[in-house]
């Protein structure tokens, strides 16, 4: 026998994207549920970026889940960067206007928004085996899945995809229909969380012939760091001493003098791509973040470009069901992937300037060596920077 839930919006994904937009809706009245293939504790336990463009921050005090994240986020007015030993700093507020970004872990973003949903009695469905979706492209969308020993069926107008990369969703557009794009980078990023002093107020992204580092922090007491390797490395070559001794290499000296050290809390090997799927809907089946799109970190884009994609779902959704009007929603692919793309071309762009590449000549990185200089003296280049760092508009 299969059990029946019939709901409005059925969202696949229980991570940040797919909660907020849960939450969104909730406080317009929209029914939704959330199904989420792990537990909890699973989802919780991912370590995951935590910068947040001002955007985002404000689509959490909406969602009325940014309570903690004003209360012991940190706001950062600029960033710095390391060329090859030499500071630069990067004025975010003096070359926007007055924007910032918060940072503030996307673990504790997603308990926030976990305990919102608990409050509001939302419905998060946990440990939802062989997920399957059904008339996407009909007037009668469905979901089905497994949960312990029996099965389920849950009968919605739409259907929202927000289950990552590797999910159900993406795969269940024809093949004839979905244009994926990729570029997969010749590295990936050794990240060590450490209960440790961040070595600097804002973040130090550092180019050196060594390769990138990142210095990030997700509080006072809490610090996140990250180192280029190769593809070919793994977490079992790397001791905690063997990754604080070469941190200190791609840091300028009197930065590495200040950093504290310590056992790792967490530590892996991410590799790094750009990754875009189009259009972003089928039918009643919506795309949002990982499942459509995937940029390399060193941009900050991840999390960010998937809240604006909750942003268009949501005022798509909201219009729909309390004007009549679905405009949004048939705009929303169309909408959603400019400004993915140029989230993807931001991250791109850091990625390419900062990092070493294998295999490069020696003009290639003369090229690279003049595109970060020139940012550095320039007042224009800087803006644009400081622009898309802290999100463009919605």
Request: hydrophobic content about 40%.
């Given at each position: 026998m299969t059990n029946t839930i019939k709901t409005k919006v059925g969202i696949i994904g229980g991570g940040p994207s797919g909660l907020l937009l849960s939450q969104l809706l909730d406080l317009k009245g929209i029914d939704n549920v959330v199904l989420e293939k792990h537990t909890r504790d699973y989802v919780l336990?991912?370590?995951?970026?935590?910068?947040?463009?001002?955007?985002?921050a404000d689509l959490m005090r909406e969602a009325q889940c940014g309570a903690r994240m004003d209360a012991e986020g940190e706001i950062h007015e600029g960033f710095w960067i390391n060329d090859n030993g030499t500071m630069h700093r990067v004025d975010l507020a003096g070359h926007t206007g007055?924007?910032?970004?918060?940072?503030?872990?996307?673990?504790?973003?997603?308990?926030?928004?976990?305990?919102a949903r608990e409050k509001m009695g939302g419905q998060v469905i946990h440990e939802t085996l062989d997920m399957a979706i059904h008339d996407a492209d009909s007037d009668t969308p469905a979901l089905s899945y497994r949960k312990g020993d029996e099965t389920f069926r849950v009968e919605c107008d739409f259907i929202i995809g927000a289950d990552g990369f590797h999910g159900v969703s993406r795969k269940s557009i024809p093949r004839d229909v979905l244009q994926e794009y990729e570029k997969v980078y010749p590295f990936g990023w050794l990240?060590?969380?450490?209960?440790?002093?961040?070595?600097?107020?804002?973040?130090?992204?550092?180019k050196t012939g060594r390769g990138f580092s990142l210095c990030s922090l997700r509080s006072r007491v809490l610090s996140r760091y990250y180192i280029q390797v190769p593809l070919?490395?793994?977490?079992?070559?790397?001791?905690?001493?063997?990754?604080?001794?070469e941190l200190r290499r791609r840091l300028p000296d009197d930065v590495a003098a200040r950093l504290e050290t310590g056992p790792s809390i967490e530590k892996s090997i991410a590799p790094l791509r750009s990754f875009v799927a189009e259009p972003m809907r089928w039918g009643n089946l919506f795309l949002a973040g990982d499942a459509a799109h995937i940029v390399?970190?060193?941009?900050?884009?991840?999390?960010?470009?998937?809240?604006?994609?909750?942003y268009y779902?949501?005022?798509?959704?909201?219009?729909?069901?309390?004007?009549?009007?679905?405009?949004?929603?048939?705009?929303?692919?169309?909408?959603?992937?400019?400004?993915?793309?140029?989230?993807?071309?931001?991250?791109?762009?850091?990625?390419?300037?900062?990092?070493d590449f294998p295999d490069t000549s020696a003009y290639d990185r003369k090229l690279q060596d003049v595109e970060l200089a020139y940012l550095l003296s320039s007042e224009a280049a800087m803006t644009s920077l400081a622009e898309n760092y802290v999100g463009l508009p919605f």
């Amino acid at each position: 026998m299969t059990n029946t839930i019939k709901t409005k919006v059925g969202i696949i994904g229980g991570g940040p994207s797919g909660l907020l937009l849960s939450q969104l809706l909730d406080l317009k009245g929209i029914d939704n549920v959330v199904l989420e293939k792990h537990t909890r504790d699973y989802v919780l336990g991912r370590i995951r970026a935590g910068v947040l463009e001002h955007g985002f921050a404000d689509l959490m005090r909406e969602a009325q889940c940014g309570a903690r994240m004003d209360a012991e986020g940190e706001i950062h007015e600029g960033f710095w960067i390391n060329d090859n030993g030499t500071m630069h700093r990067v004025d975010l507020a003096g070359h926007t206007g007055g924007s910032s970004v918060v940072v503030y872990g996307q673990t504790e973003l997603t308990r926030d928004l976990y305990d919102a949903r608990e409050k509001m009695g939302g419905q998060v469905i946990h440990e939802t085996l062989d997920m399957a979706i059904h008339d996407a492209d009909s007037d009668t969308p469905a979901l089905s899945y497994r949960k312990g020993d029996e099965t389920f069926r849950v009968e919605c107008d739409f259907i929202i995809g927000a289950d990552g990369f590797h999910g159900v969703s993406r795969k269940s557009i024809p093949r004839d229909v979905l244009q994926e794009y990729e570029k997969v980078y010749p590295f990936g990023w050794l990240g060590v969380l450490s209960r440790t002093r961040p070595v600097n107020d804002e973040l130090i992204y550092s180019k050196t012939g060594r390769g990138f580092s990142l210095c990030s922090l997700r509080s006072r007491v809490l610090s996140r760091y990250y180192i280029q390797v190769p593809l070919s490395d793994t977490v079992e070559d790397w001791s905690d001493e063997a990754f604080w001794d070469e941190l200190r290499r791609r840091l300028p000296d009197d930065v590495a003098a200040r950093l504290e050290t310590g056992p790792s809390i967490e530590k892996s090997i991410a590799p790094l791509r750009s990754f875009v799927a189009e259009p972003m809907r089928w039918g009643n089946l919506f795309l949002a973040g990982d499942a459509a799109h995937i940029v390399p970190p060193t941009g900050a884009r991840g999390l960010n470009s998937a809240a604006s994609d909750i942003y268009y779902l949501y005022h798509a959704m909201v219009d729909h069901y309390r004007k009549g009007d679905s405009t949004g929603l048939e705009q929303y692919s169309a909408k959603a992937l400019a400004r993915v793309w140029k989230a993807q071309r931001f991250s791109w762009w850091m990625t390419t300037m900062l990092h070493d590449f294998p295999d490069t000549s020696a003009y290639d990185r003369k090229l690279q060596d003049v595109e970060l200089a020139y940012l550095l003296s320039s007042e224009a280049a800087m803006t644009s920077l400081a622009e898309n760092y802290v999100g463009l508009p919605f």
